[in-house]
């Protein structure tokens, strides 16, 4: 079964940069497509960027298109989310997740995603 790992949340200030980085162990992360959801507290969990296995394709959520950037590294296995001019609004617990089948699709919705991460806490806050 596919395990997902997501790293590199943490505290930053407003404006500053994070990247997070999605990575899977004995399984080649390029032959799936991920999504990068996230859920602060009390909200529903929502999704903020996807990337089809081939990498042609890519999406984003409105409130983060031109601050972040998602990109996949298959020689590291590893799929990242560059957030930049990161606002309090974007705390909460970020997760990467993979459906289970290989589909070059690129979807936002949580119900097409089977694996998931255990997540890392973003916290941007002065």
């Known amino acids: 079964q596919l395990q997902l790992v997501e790293s590199g949340g943490g505290l930053v200030q407003p404006g500053e940069s994070l990247r997070l980085s999605c990575a899977a162990s004995?399984?080649?992360?390029?032959?799936?497509?991920i999504g990068w959801f996230r859920q602060a507290p009390g909200k529903e969990r929502e999704g903020v960027s996807c990337i089809s296995s081939s990498g042609g394709s890519t999406n984003y959520t409105d409130s983060v298109k031109g601050r972040f950037t998602i990109s996949r590294d298959n020689a590291k296995n590893t799929v990242s989310l560059q957030m930049n001019s990161l606002k309090p609004e974007d705390t909460a617990v970020y997760f990467c997740?993979?459906?289970?089948?290989?589909?070059?699709?690129?979807?936002?919705?949580?119900?097409?995603?089977?694996?998931w991460g255990q997540g890392t806490q973003v916290t941007v806050s002065s």
């Open positions: 997740a993979a459906p289970d089948r290989f589909a070059d699709m690129c979807a936002m919705s949580e119900l097409e995603y089977d694996f």
């Open positions: 004995a399984f080649p992360l390029g032959d799936y497509s």
